[in-house]
């Protein structure tokens, strides 16, 4: 059975309190296609006044630190996310292993972490265009996988994205068979990993998916949804994928 479709909206660091309005016009779209999943993780600075202003709509975090608490400056903890509203948080983007050098132990550790505080778990993998170019991507991306898996995995909490390094941002899409042969392998690795339970784990796209590309997308075998960047700032871009998601 096709598992249900999940639409995040990775908002990076981009918004302020005025794009508060945003993010109410994105969660009336998504009550009206309660057949979708649908998620907005801002920057940590709004989680709380999205949440509260947004009771029934489901807002994330970009990140959170791997230990309870402690001497980690600038850093946030799953159980403040939590606290803040919080009901998820994306950990391992790209971005942040590259600018933030963050190491597939320590997404592993993230993702216990989060687990252990009651949120969900959305892990990041994704190849950069030399890896394509070499004909490693497949091979890079299910390591990434086994090396952030966390332990006692369920697809209660934990979702896989795959987001090619090379489509992020750039207005670039893979083609769909590569998406459909990165999705399944994804899918194969998670057999391997977590055995029965692997069906049910969401895998999601992401990389310059929008309103155009979006019905395509989710079309593909094994895709159960999209991560979103640049086209889920604003009800007006993020609208029309929620509604290909419904209709997929
Ligand atoms: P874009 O949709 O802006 O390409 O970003 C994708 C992404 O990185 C989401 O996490």
New binding site residues.
């Given amino acids: 059975m096709a598992n249900r479709k999940y639409i995040v909206g990775?908002w990076?660091m981009n918004g302020m309190r005025e794009q508060l309005s945003d993010i109410k016009e994105i969660a009336e779209i998504a009550g009206q296609n309660n057949q979708v999943d649908v998620a907005i993780c801002p920057p940590a600075t709004l989680i709380a006044q999205a949440a509260d202003n947004n009771p029934d709509f489901m807002i994330g975090a970009q990140d959170c630190h791997f230990a309870a608490k402690g001497a980690h400056t600038g850093c946030l903890s799953a159980d403040m996310i939590r606290e803040a509203g919080a009901i998820m948080t994306?950990l391992g983007?790209?971005?942040r292993r590259a600018d933030q050098h963050e190491t597939d132990a320590e997404i592993k550790a993230k993702a216990e972490a989060v687990h252990a505080a009651g949120l969900g778990a959305i892990i990041?993998v994704g190849e950069t265009e030399e890896e394509r170019d070499a004909g490693q991507a497949v091979d890079i991306v299910c390591g990434q996988l086994e090396g952030s898996f966390p332990d006692k995995a369920e697809a209660a909490w934990l979702t896989i994205?795959y987001?090619p390094v090379w489509?992020?941002?750039?207005g670039r899409v893979p083609e769909a068979s590569d998406v459909e042969e990165m999705h399944a392998a994804i899918r194969n690795k998670l057999g391997k990993l977590m055995g029965d339970g692997a069906d049910a784990v969401r895998i999601l796209y992401?990389?310059?998916?929008?309103g155009g590309n979006a019905s395509e997308l989710l079309a593909v075998p094994n895709v159960d949804g999209g991560?979103?960047?640049?086209?889920?700032l604003t009800a007006e871009k993020f609208g029309p994928i929620i509604e290909a998601a419904a209709a997929a």
């Fill in positions: 990775n990076k994306i983007h790209s971005e990041c994205a987001e489509a992020i941002g750039t992401g990389g310059s998916m929008n991560l979103v960047g640049g086209a889920s």
